[in-house]
């Protein structure tokens, strides 16, 4: 008794990891499971066959193509124009900057429904009811990680001591060269975790995607509707490799940083 | 460099720096240098000579304009109007980037994402100068750093990361090497340290140090020269001794160490000595210690200046014997004992009394008389304030 009282913090950590990971545990179960037929869900044999063969079903590795393509477009664009709007906001005084700073908040506080259908509205009203496609989803994923690179962007860039460009200037950095030896690497941090993040909220989408999608597919939505007739099992690969590639990269960059603090003398 | 060479070789050829208002100066020379931000003036009308390769100390509280104008030096900050020149040349609107001029912040503003040896390389690199890497061991020698090159400001205690900023700015010997409160962030035993640190690296360097602080002490333990600003303009520049010693403001007088200011009435001014009626108490102050042309004004003397002594003792200060005063406070600090003594027109004066153990220590309440050299008195104009600069936070 008097052991639990003593780790019962550690005993309610454990049982939180585990309520956290069990669902991404059957994933990578599901990902070597071997179906009696495509309607049970349930264990029915271990096989290797999903993952040497992804894309049987042709259908789906098209999709995640499709959410690929989008992903990394989408992620381009937010973080281009995202970081530049950020540097506008923190660094410059114009009329409209703290109106600007608060509308900025709105695209992440609409629920995605009322996005997407407005925006469907928009594009029909716009006469593009017949262009819904890959350009118009690009479009909304643009929209909508804009205000979280805006946002993440920000804060790196507030965070940082004016001091430090005054600094590069005092020691003879021009405009330029003081931007990218100290500004630029400073915030690249903040850039390159808004890059990610834009790139998972693309990728994951489904209900702004699904309103103006027209024929065009994504995986979101290419598991959708296979739910109803059953989910092939090479789902559960491709959810299982992006999770092994997420944890690859914060492990890396937590491998990174370790490696640079090691005190050399 | 070489511009900057020809220009010394012109300057000697000339004559003595500092002769006249337009002739050459190969220090840093400030002219009517104004700053205003909106409706309030940071920086009136500023006058200053700092000589080359002189450690010159702002001094003054928080808000008297003394940081603007090191920034405006620096180029950070555009001057309203006025004029800086550097060896000769105006760099008024110069960009910061193309100043012969470096800082050292008060926040060191070290770049976090570079190591020590590539932050005091930044300047040399910047400039293309050749053999970096030589240049950087011998400056981080010179701060005793050598040990550290490869580590992250993060990474370094607070005295190390102050010694880095001082080295990556010194690399460069520029022309002027601006301090912006540089101790400041020390707790007070390393800043003394610092202190002795920063004066060495500049005997050796020979370069020019401009350093603002509030911190007198401070000042006065590094600077040769010392200008006390405040409210935006020099109230008093000069070597520390000779502000302490002579102080021409109230403000001074109270910024500098501490003073007795007595109200006094001008009776006599002879050609090298005036007579001031006290309270009925007749001093005398030395003329070129009189900084009022009035007939009112304020007899100052420092405490540890003042002599304590029973009621009709002989005292070694012929000449100002002040009668009747009353110890209402006594406290002991070792090396001296203060006194803080009534007198009869209500005012309580400081006493600081070396303990040479010839005179006895002196109880509250116990009748003494006080006295003080003449030479030591001084006569400020009684129009100023007489608490001026005695409100300020030892930091």
Sequence with gaps: MRWVRDNLVLLLGLAVLVYTFVPIAVVVLMSFNAPDSRLVYSFDGFTLDNWLNPCADPDLCSALGVSIRIGALATAGSTVLGTLAAFALVRHRFRGRSASNLLIFLPMATPEVVLGSSLLALFVASGLAGQLGFWTILIAHVMFCLSFVVVTVRARLAGMDDALEQAAMDLYATPAQTFWRVTFPLVLPGILAAALLSFSLSFDDFIVTNLNSGNTTTFPMYVWGVARVGIPMQVNVIGTLMFVLSIAVVIGVEVRNRRRQVPVA | MSRLAEQEVAGDALGAPASGEEGPYDGLRIRALTKSFGSYTAVRSLDLDIPRGSFFALLGPSGCGKTTTLRMVAGLEQPTSGTITLAGEDITRTKPYRRPVNTVFQSYALFPHLDVAENVAFGLKRRKVKDVAAQVEAMLALVELETQASKKPAQLSGGQQQRVALARALINRPEVLLLDEPLGALDLKLRRSMQIEVKRIQTEVGLTFVHVTHDQEEAMTMADTVAVMNGGVVEQMGAPSELYENPRST????????????????????????????????????????????????????????????????????????????????????????????????????VFAQNTGRQRMFAHGEQVELSWRPEYAFLLDASQDVAAGADRVVG
């Design chain 2, 251 to 350: 403000f001074v007088a109270n910024f500098l160490g501490q003073s007795n200011l007595i109200e006094g009435t001008v009776r006599r001014r002879d050609a090298d000595l005036v007579t001031v009626d006290m309270h009925g108490v007749t001093v005398s102050v030395p003329a070129h210690r009189v900084h009022t042309d009035g007939d009112r004004g304020w007899v100052g003397i420092r405490p540890e200046k003042v002599l304590i002594g029973e009621v009709g003792a002989e005292l070694d200060a012929p000449g100002n014997t002040v009668p009747g005063g009353v110890i209402t406070d006594v406290s002991f600090v070792g090396v001296s004992t203060q006194y803080l003594v009534r007198m009869p027109w209500g005012q309580e004066l400081q």
